[in-house]
């Protein structure tokens, strides 16, 4: 097996386990980063993202992709795993973005609409 299929795989399993966990802190407003929910505030780490293109590698439910395109960013979501982008999918409020499936480091990608 290789581990792009592996990654895959553990990901679509761990996926809802992950929202459980996590879903609460990541992207949250006022932005959070990392384990540790550090304050964007603090980081200034995007800033104004108004009109700025942002590709979220691995972005799995969506939470930050979700949070900067409300933010007026024109985002696209990329994710390898199937049911991460479902979770993304269904989370997507009135704002809305396209999401990709494919792995960084795979040569092909495959538009999920
Ligand atoms: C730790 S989660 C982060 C999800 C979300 N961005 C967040 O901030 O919580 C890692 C995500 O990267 C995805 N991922 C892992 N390896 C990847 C790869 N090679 N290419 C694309 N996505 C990948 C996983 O499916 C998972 O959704």
New binding site residues.
């Given amino acids: 097996m290789t581990s ?1 299929r592996a ?2 795989q553990l ?1 679509n399993r761990i ?1 809802g386990a ?1 929202q459980d966990d ?1 879903d609460p802190r ?2 949250a407003a006022p932005r959070l980063w990392g384990m540790f929910s550090i304050p964007d505030q603090e980081l200034n780490a995007l800033g104004d993202v108004t009109s700025k293109r942002v590709l ?6 969506g ?2 992709s979700r949070t900067l395109a409300g933010e007026g960013a024109l985002v696209v979501g ?4 199937e049911t ?1 982008l479902a979770a993304a999918t269904q989370a997507m409020g009135a704002t809305r973005y396209p999401l990709a499936r ?5 040569t092909t990608m495959k538009p999920t609409r």
């Fill in positions: 792009n990654n895959r990901w996926s992950y996590h990541i992207g979220e590698l691995g972005c799995g439910a939470q930050w990329l994710d390898l795993s991460q494919g792995s960084r480091s795979a």
